[in-house]
């Protein structure tokens, strides 16, 4: 979790980490616990509303089905790959080129992979992932002993002073990664766009350790010299085919494959996945300006914002939209003063709820921060990033959402009341038709950059 400085621009830095008590209750009265009883909503991450296929059909895919079954040793794993066919996930094709997760997990055993990497290791991940998503985590990874003088010479730039290298050795033993942005959108794309997931993690694990992504400008902004700009403001790989389509390039910072190498062979209980090193780090990129790393899980400032910790609201959005290839819009139903506390809502819970209905009754799930005051640091707000993937209500009437959280060392779905979680939501990624029914609302890299030239001229 991270504990940060909140100002209006976003809230995820990984800066001043503390251990905080997420389950306090909030004195905010919720206006909406008096409502009508709600319908359920199944949970997001388990359900689709696309056909899927359960049984193999052509000789190509029952060689490929075979081949993996063969190169598996350990028997649950073999259950994993056929729980992956029988709960329709393994022939799913919602990925960019049509490619199904079969496909990319074939690729994964008969193509060459980054040296550093061993096939089976990242077969296991996928199966993994594909019999339970919960197990994304942001959890870092220590460096073993052996590989600590390698990284620190990186970190340092082979520095010889002895408080440098003991500062950066500390930093190191003591990392807890700012990547909860990045673990949410990660997590959201393996349940809603599963062969896509795959697709990446096929690209990202390969020698070249890239992707290329085709999308819709339109899903960055209505207005297509906006979506241009977006793209060349983040400094995002891409080139134009056609009026409305555009090829991204995603890539992981180039220190992140050390840390998957490390991963390959040294992978610890609740450690992130050499998947989740590669996945966070890419997007960690996409939306920092190219500036990740993943040694240090720092990033440059920019015009948005001089923190170099985590992505901030804006930039998880641009991320989201670009990965998820839609227009996403980023919410703020908090107001945060110059000192970083809460001082109002732009909405009533009322409203706020309906909206999170509305969107997972579209079959979205929802990537959202939530806010707390910090009792280490004066009590200004502190953000962390999670998901909600369903809501339902208990025979009491108590209105609960179901979420996911990368950070709780829970490789299972956690539980939030409506009446603790809604006063804590600072913004909720929603899409675009959802966003504009209930207000006039302008985009929120308008309002980043609005906010920007302001601080700019005033300074």
Same mark, same amino acid.
């Given at each position: 979790m991270d504990s940060v400085q909140l100002n209006s621009v976003g809230i995820n830095n990984p800066q001043?980490?503390?251990?905080?008590?997420? /389950?306090?209750?909030? !004195?905010?009265?919720?206006?909406?616990?008096?409502?009508?009883?709600?319908?359920n909503y199944r949970p997001a991450a388990y359900d689709s509303t696309i056909k899927v296929r359960t049984t193999l059909t052509t000789k190509d895919e029952k060689k490929k089905y075979k081949e993996l079954m063969e190169e598996l040793v350990e028997p649950k794993y073999k259950r994993k790959l056929e729980y992956a066919l029988k709960s329709g996930k393994l022939l799913k094709n919602n990925s960019n080129d049509r490619s199904t997760v079969l496909d990319n997990l074939y690729k994964i055993i008969t193509e060459e992979r980054d040296a550093g990497l061993n096939k089976n $290791?990242?077969?296991?991940?996928?199966?993994?992932?594909?019999? %339970?998503?919960?197990?994304? +985590?942001? $959890?870092?990874?220590? *460096?073993? %002993?052996?590989?600590?003088?390698?990284?620190?010479?990186l970190i340092t730039g082979l520095s010889?002073?002895?408080?440098?290298?003991?500062? +950066? /050795?500390?930093? @190191?033993?003591?990392?807890?990664?700012?990547?909860?942005?990045a673990a949410s959108i990660e997590f959201d794309l393996a349940t809603?766009?599963?062969?896509?997931? =795959?697709?990446?993690?096929?690209? @990202?694990?390969?020698?070249?350790?890239?992707?290329?992504?085709?999308? #819709?400008?339109?899903?960055?902004?209505?207005?297509?010299?906006?979506?241009?700009? &977006?793209?060349?403001?983040?400094?995002?790989?891409?080139?134009?085919?056609? =009026?409305?389509?555009?090829?991204?390039?995603l890539k992981p910072d180039e220190n992140a494959i050390i840390r998957a190498r490390i991963q390959n062979h040294?992978?610890?209980?609740?450690?992130?996945? *050499?998947?989740?090193?590669?996945?966070?780090? +890419?997007?960690?990129?996409?939306?920092?300006?190219?500036?990740?790393?993943? &040694?240090?899980?720092?990033? !440059?400032? %920019?015009d948005w914002t001089q923190d170099d910790?985590? @992505?901030?609201? =804006?930039? #998880?959005?641009?991320?989201?939209?670009?990965?998820?290839? #839609?227009?996403t819009t980023s919410v703020i139903y908090q107001n945060v003063d110059e000192e970083g506390r809460l001082s109002?809502?732009?909405?009533?819970?009322?409203?706020?709820?309906?909206?999170?209905? !509305?969107?997972?009754?579209?079959?979205?799930?929802?990537?959202?921060?939530?806010?707390?005051?910090?009792?280490?640091?004066? %009590?200004?707000l502190a953000g962390h990033e999670i998901t909600i993937v369903s809501y339902k209500v208990k025979p009491n009437g108590e209105g609960v959402f179901i979420c996911q959280d990368s950070d709780d060392d829970k490789a299972v779905p956690i539980?939030?009341?409506?009446?603790?979680? @809604?006063? #804590?939501?600072?913004? !909720?990624?929603i899409p675009e038709e959802i966003a504009s029914k209930d207000f006039d609302y302008e985009e929120s890299w308008k309002i980043t950059l609005d906010e920007y030239n302001k601080n700019k001229k005033a300074n």
């Open positions: 001043n980490i503390q251990q905080v008590n997420r /389950k306090q209750n909030s !004195a905010v009265t919720n206006p909406a616990e008096n409502q009508s009883r709600a319908q $290791t990242i077969l296991q991940e996928c199966l993994d992932i594909l019999a %339970n998503p919960y197990v994304i +985590t942001q $959890t870092c990874e220590d *460096i073993p %002993n052996e590989y600590q003088k390698q990284v620190i010479g010889t002073n002895p408080q440098t290298i003991m500062q +950066t /050795k500390y930093e @190191l033993d003591n990392m807890h990664t700012g990547t909860c942005p809603k766009h599963t062969a896509e997931f =795959f697709r990446l993690v096929e690209g @990202l694990t390969s020698p070249k350790n890239e992707v290329e992504k085709r999308i #819709k400008l339109d899903s960055l902004s209505e207005n297509t010299l906006d979506a241009v700009w &977006l793209l060349n403001k983040f400094k995002t790989p891409w080139k134009k085919e056609g =009026f409305n389509t555009a090829t991204v390039l040294h992978k610890d209980k609740g450690e992130r996945s *050499i998947i989740d090193v590669l996945m966070q780090s +890419t997007f960690m990129q996409l939306g920092s300006q190219q500036t990740y790393n993943s &040694l240090t899980d720092k990033r !440059a400032p %920019n910790g985590g @992505l901030i609201e =804006f930039e #998880k959005t641009f991320v989201e939209s670009v990965i998820e290839d #839609k227009n109002g809502y732009t909405k009533d819970f009322g409203t706020i709820k309906k909206e999170l209905l !509305a969107t997972l009754k579209a079959g979205h799930n929802i990537n959202i921060g939530y806010t707390w005051p910090d009792p280490y640091n004066e %009590n200004r539980e939030m009341s409506e009446k603790e979680l @809604l006063p #804590k939501i600072h913004h !909720a990624g």
